[in-house]
Structure formats: C-alpha cells, structure tokens
C-alpha cells in the first residue's frame, strides 16, 4: 500500500547547527503536508505545513522543502537548539480523494537529539 | 494555531472498568475529529474519525463495541473505552480538524495516558 516513510530514524546534531529530517512519500494523490514535533509524554504539535502547488515553505527558523519529481519532502531546523529534540513527524494529507475525511498518513517519525 | 484540549491526561483503571477521554475544540469548530492510538516509539496509529452527528468511521481491525466514539457537538468528542484490559494500555491522542482559510489541518491534544492494571 501506500505510505509515508524516512529515510533516517535518528538524528543527531550539534547545538547551533543546521538540521535537516526527510520524509518520502508515494502517494501522489496527496497535495498537503504537515511536519509535526512531538516530545515525549505530548501530543503532536504543528510545526509548518505546505501544499503541492508549493515547493517552498518558511517559518521561524523551519523551512520545508517539497519535490513532487522525487515525492520527497524535508523539514530544516536552523541554528537547531536543545529545545528541538523530540520526535518529527511528516504526514500527508490526500484531502477528499478515495472518500478520504482527510485522514493524515504519519510516517514513522524520526528522532531528534540535539547536543549541547 | 489551534488549542486542542483533551481530559484527563492519564488515567490509572481496574480491568474491566470503562474510561471515558474528552476531546474539544477550544477556539475553533471541527466538524470532524480523529482518535489515534500510540504505542512507546512508534507512529500514531488512526483509530477512527469522528464526525459531528453521525456515526464514527472506523480503521480496519478496531473495535467499534470496544471503542465507543461519540461527537455530540462541533466543540467535543468523546472516545469510551469499553470493558478495558490491560492491552488497552496505551497512550490516546485525539485531532481536530481545522478547514479554515481553505487548508485541512489537524491540531492534535495532549494525549491522554491509560493505564489498565
């Protein structure tokens, strides 16, 4: 079936330094996704989201890139801080198509620990 | 962003006992509601979407006698673990859907830990 996934389950990084977590995706039906940070104990939480007619997004510090070509989509974390570890998610969202609500596919989540 | 409150946060019940978890919109209306389950390093798992005054559509292989899901307003859904064993234990995260400005976003709650001894 169709599904989002990661290419990499763990990251680790330097304080202060750039980070960046993939996600690939392959249903090509899908046209918005959303990056979610989750801590541990906590619900997910919405960091930045784009739609297919974009292939560029940025928020404070996040910037997500998005190649329909390659069906990849990738979240970059600047000057990335202490506060960032926790788990990132990537889902798609296939809006109305094949009498979907909406119903996001998460990926499996890819771990972030920063180092101080 | 939208606020997404869920109630309790963790729960600690007796096997066989049945645990009520709200979930509610507090600045926003959502039309429809999503329950997930989540087990330790694992993804969300959808449960079942819950749409206000209909019936919920449940996943593939979820128990809609055992997970009873009610969503009575625009505001509020409610998910009914129904004669809970420990195997229910697991941690609960509802969404609500926000189409506002066009998009199809989900804000999610804090989770709702239970525990069934």
């Known amino acids: 079936g169709e599904s989002v996934g990661l290419h990499l389950p763990t990251l680790s990084v330097q304080e202060g330094d750039n980070s960046i977590i993939n996600c690939a995706y392959s249903?090509?039906?899908?046209?918005?996704f959303i990056w979610y940070k989750q801590e541990s104990g906590k619900g997910p939480q919405f960091i930045i989201d784009?739609?297919?007619?974009?292939d560029k997004r940025q928020g404070q510090r996040v910037t997500v890139l998005l190649n329909k070509t390659v069906k990849h989509l990738s979240l970059q974390i600047a000057a990335t801080q202490p506060g960032d570890s926790a788990v990132y998610f990537c889902a798609e969202n296939m809006g109305n198509y094949g009498g979907s609500q909406g119903n996001l596919i998460f990926g499996k989540g890819t771990k972030l620990s920063v180092k101080p | 962003g939208a606020v997404v409150s869920q109630h309790p946060s963790r729960v600690i019940c007796k096997s066989g006992t049945s645990v009520k978890i709200e979930c509610r919109s507090l600045d926003f209306q959502a039309t429809t509601m999503f329950w997930y389950r989540q087990f330790p390093k694992q993804s969300l798992m959808l449960m079942a979407t819950s749409n206000e005054g209909s019936k919920a559509t449940y996943e593939q292989g979820v128990e809609k006698d055992k997970f009873l899901i009610n969503h009575a307003s625009l505001t509020l859904s409610t998910l009914t673990v129904t004669s809970a064993h420990p195997e229910d234990s697991s941690f609960y995260i509802c969404s609500a859907r926000d189409g506002r400005g066009g998009k199809d976003t989900q804000y999610f709650g804090p989770g709702t830990r239970l525990t069934v001894l």
């Open positions: 784009i739609r297919s007619n974009m």
């Open positions: 249903n090509s039906a899908s046209d918005y």
